[in-house]
């Protein structure tokens, strides 16, 4: 629908345009009502906007059909990148058995969009009001925004129009600029940022969704998107592990959970705005869920005692097909089936898993059976659902308030302590310092873990007798640890990544950044089809950009590397497609 709507406004601006060449009225094209304009906000409507914007523009909304992402195949329109790369990654299931057609370029409109013509559009216009006032404040807190929504977008499409597109809105159709330009831009908002931050003499804004006007922690953040572009460049940039390493020095940048950079939603309203966490409003309806969890996540954390598992994922049976129960080709066909001799050459799981962790494989495209009611779904952490207690309930909507876990309240992770002691982690086992990298996996998973365990209460009807120990969540830590010092070479890495990307469950962007980054792991389940394409180390240029934009030229492929993916580039990489 959201597409037809585009398409209809379109075609209805081409109708406008005809009749103002004919008739003697002035019509001014120039404002969209979608969109906040100058006459009609202050600047501190303008920064709000900005911030919820900036959320969808990582997570999504939880507007339009859940199911078009099964019955079409790809990204359903509105989701948000993160969903993108935990498609990609295995955090979610994804349904298609090409990655060509799975991922097509009318699939990214809607952020594309939301970034140029919402996000930067509204930051263009509170600029001038904010210097001119000295709102230095509601100017760093834009600045942080666009520095993150410039890199996001390098990050999945390569060279993005900016200058020229954000600098000189009199241009209609901007050039592409070179992705480590725009980095550089970046990392020079956040100097910006950080100076505005500080200026005490600025009014602060009257809302500001993430840190609640505590300027120091905005610091904090602006140093740990840093930390994060130092890290995303290390491949190509000799000077980037210095870099990071004076930021981790300084000791100015998010440490602890208390201040973590996430966009919390509030929960229980479905009328607009929803302020319900995207995965929750598509997946906690009358009709059950509406996405599939990856079986090969699930199985991860089933097989190694995961302490999250319960937290991560509800399930609403307790047994599956083809497991406990006999198989059922009309609730899950594949039970009856016989796995792909890759799957089963490779030793990698299909179809179904026992205790009822009802998902699916990656690629798997068989549409959508009467199984919302059955299938497992979004839990607690971070998307808002409920705690798996062994409670076994349908979600479907019913007279018990306490049914529907946390009511989708939720969070959007975005910059958190575990995530740096990650690239900590990561920058140290890079450098061939295992010792040091083993002490920030520690750190990163202890973080990570608490994390999680503080969303149980979110839930007011949940048995929380059935949450992991503390016994519990050190004894998994210890393994961790244990089998990281006992690996050698790839398996190391796997080690790493596998609990890297298993932690990033909420944030695809950090997952698929990751992966492409290092290759690593290689025991990702691969793609249902034996031969489903180029893995895409770059998604297609949006369609409504290539055809409004003539200095846009779409992608040949998928195969096309951002500027910091130097990653040898063909069908060994990554090692599961």
């Known amino acids: 629908m959201k597409r037809l709507q585009t398409y209809f406004k379109l075609a209805f601006s081409s109708a406008l345009l005809v009749m103002a060449?004919?008739?003697?009225?002035?019509?001014?094209?120039?404002?969209?009502?979608?969109?906040?304009?100058?006459?009609?906000?202050?600047p501190d409507f303008f920064l709000n906007s900005i911030q919820e914007d900036f959320a969808r523009h990582i997570d999504g909304d939880a507007t339009g059909d859940p199911q078009d992402n099964f019955q079409t195949g790809g990204n359903v329109n509105g989701d948000g990148l993160s969903v993108l790369g935990m498609e990609l990654t295995r955090l979610q299931a994804y349904n298609s058995r090409d990655y060509q057609s799975g991922y097509q370029d009318i699939d990214t409109d809607d952020e594309w969009d939301n970034a140029y013509r919402g996000i930067l559009f509204d930051i263009r216009n509170l600029t001038p009001v904010a210097e001119e006032t000295g709102l230095t404040r509601h100017l760093g807190i834009s600045q942080f925004i666009e520095a993150y929504v410039m890199v996001?977008?390098?990050d999945f499409f390569g060279d993005v129009p900016y200058t020229e597109a954000v600098q000189a809105p009199e241009i209609l159709n901007p050039s592409l600029d070179d992705g480590a330009s725009v980095y550089d831009a970046a990392l020079a908002l956040l100097d910006q940022a950080i100076v505005n931050f500080n200026n005490t003499a600025s009014t602060n804004p009257s809302t500001d969704y993430f840190y609640g006007n505590d300027y120091s922690k905005w610091t904090k953040a602006a140093n740990t998107l840093k930390l994060k572009i130092y890290n995303q460049r290390r491949l190509v940039d000799p000077s980037a592990m210095a870099s990071f390493n004076a930021i981790?020095?300084?000791?100015?940048?998010?440490?602890?959970n208390a201040d973590d950079l996430d966009w919390t939603w509030t929960g229980t309203s479905a009328s607009q705005p929803d302020t319900r966490h995207p995965r929750y409003g598509l997946n906690y309806a009358s009709a059950g869920a509406g996405d599939y969890n990856s079986n090969w996540l699930m199985n991860q954390m089933q097989t190694n005692d995961d302490p999250r598992i319960r937290y991560y994922f509800y399930r609403q049976s307790p047994t599956s097909p083809g497991q406990e129960d006999p198989p059922n080709?009309?609730?899950?066909?594949?039970?009856?089936?016989?796995?792909?001799?890759?799957y089963v050459s490779g030793g990698f799981t299909f179809c179904n898993l026992p205790n009822g962790y009802w998902g699916r494989d990656h690629g798997d495209d068989e549409g959508t059976p009467p199984d919302g009611l059955l299938r497992s779904t979004y839990g607690v952490y971070p998307a808002g659902g409920r705690f798996d207690d062994n409670s076994f309930e349908a979600i479907a909507q019913n007279s018990n308030p306490n049914s529907f876990g946390a009511g989708g309240l939720g969070i959007t992770p975005i910059l958190n302590a575990y995530m740096v002691d990650f690239w900590i982690a990561e920058m140290a086992l890079a450098s061939g310092d295992t010792g040091a990298a083993a002490v920030a996996l520690e750190r990163a998973l202890n973080k990570q873990?608490?994390?999680v365990q503080s969303f149980g209460s979110n839930d007011p009807a949940a048995d929380l007798s059935f949450a992991p120990s503390a016994a519990d969540v050190n004894d998994f830590v210890a393994d961790v640890i244990a089998d990281f010092n006992a690996a050698t070479g790839d398996d190391?890495?796997?080690?790493?990544?596998?609990?890297?990307l298993v932690s990033h469950y909420g944030n695809g962007i950090e997952s698929y950044n990751f992966y492409r980054r290092t290759g690593f792991p290689t025991t990702l389940q691969p793609n249902r089809e034996p031969s489903p394409g180029a893995f895409p180390r770059s998604m297609f240029y949006p369609n409504q950009a290539v055809?409004?934009?003539?200095?846009?030229t779409q992608k040949s492929d998928h195969t096309v590397q951002v500027f910091w993916d130097n990653n040898p580039a063909g069908p060994s990489f990554p090692p599961a497609n």
Do not use: M
């Open 547 to 552: 055809t409004a934009n003539p200095n846009i």
């Open 449 to 451: 873990i608490t994390k």
């Open 492 to 500: 190391k890495w796997n080690v790493f990544a596998e609990q890297f």
């Open 21 to 42: 060449s004919c008739e003697t009225n002035e019509l001014d094209l120039t404002e969209d009502p979608n969109f906040l304009t100058p006459a009609q906000a202050s």
């Open 152 to 154: 996001s977008l390098v």
């Open 329 to 342: 080709e009309e609730v899950l066909r594949c039970s009856l089936q016989t796995p792909p001799a890759h």
């Open 248 to 256: 981790v020095a300084s000791g100015d940048y998010i440490q602890d």
